[in-house]
């Protein structure tokens, strides 16, 4: 354990959940794209520990992004961590700048436990973002660059304020897809959707200390959003794992 990690009382193996314990919902969304969803990935009073020590060592920033060709400042706070030697993350027309595992100890932690959670699984970066609070949003995308892969998992991992998680159906037509991606860039997702209305909308509440997975050919096929909500008053940070190749 890093001294730091003994510093702030986080514990070795911050999950207290068996493998086979833990209670875990699958979501078949059709054409090899599935989510998984354990609420209850990470103990109670042990996320608010990482919650605490996430919101204050972290270097947070905000950065300007160009979005549909203006510039604009991101909706949340953000922060990369990554493996030496990989390609650079660039989105929007932002280029995070890398920090190192070494560079916080503790949050290989988190990552060991979600290698356990999900075996077979080699995560080697991290996208962390903070929500301030209920004004603060990532509008619809998929996370479908290039060094991910055609069929990327990612692990979310939450903690704090409980967020509302949209996925929806890319359209069919490749342009409309296209145009869509503009739009929906431009502006937060608003309207809300209920899984039994509609199999091509689906909401979930991300629960503090719960793991979602995205699979297959989700990113493909889909887009997610986190949105505005005024009921939301507090701060949600979000760890993103992924591999890239």
Not at 47 to 58: A, D, G, R, T, V
Not at 103 to 109: I, N, R
Not at 162 to 182: G, H, I, M, N
Request: positive net charge; hydrophobic residues 30%; aromatic residues 12%.
């Amino acid at each position: 354990m890093s001294s730091k990690s003994h510093e702030l009382g986080l514990k070795e193996n911050p999950n207290p959940n068996s493998i086979n314990n833990v209670k875990k919902q699958t979501f078949d969304l059709g054409k090899g794209s599935e989510v998984v969803y354990i609420p209850r990935f990470l103990g109670f009073d042990e996320s608010w520990k990482w919650f605490n020590y996430l919101n204050k060592e972290i270097p947070w920033t905000r950065p300007s992004i160009r979005v549909f060709g203006r510039s604009c400042i991101q909706p949340r706070d953000t922060c990369y961590v990554a493996s030496e030697g990989l390609p650079e993350l660039r989105y929007s027309g932002y280029q995070p700048h890398a920090y190192s595992w070494e560079d916080y100890p503790p949050l290989k932690q988190i990552l060991a436990a979600v290698h356990e959670m999900l075996p077979g699984s080699n995560f080697n970066s991290l996208l962390l973002n903070r929500y301030k609070g209920g004004s603060d949003y990532v509008a619809w995308h998929a996370d479908d660059e290039k060094l991910y892969g055609s069929t990327p998992e990612i692990a979310s991992v939450s903690f704090g304020c409980d967020r509302e998680f949209l996925l929806k159906r890319k359209p069919s037509k490749s342009l409309t897809v296209q145009a869509t991606k503009a739009k929906d860039e431009e502006q937060p997702a608003r309207k809300r959707v209920k899984k039994s209305d509609n199999d091509d909308q689906h909401s979930f509440t991300l629960k503090h200390g719960s793991l979602l997975v995205m699979r297959g050919y989700t990113q493909r096929d889909w887009l997610h959003s986190v949105p505005k909500r005024a009921r939301a008053d507090a701060v949600r940070i979000n760890l993103t794992f992924r591999r890239v190749l």
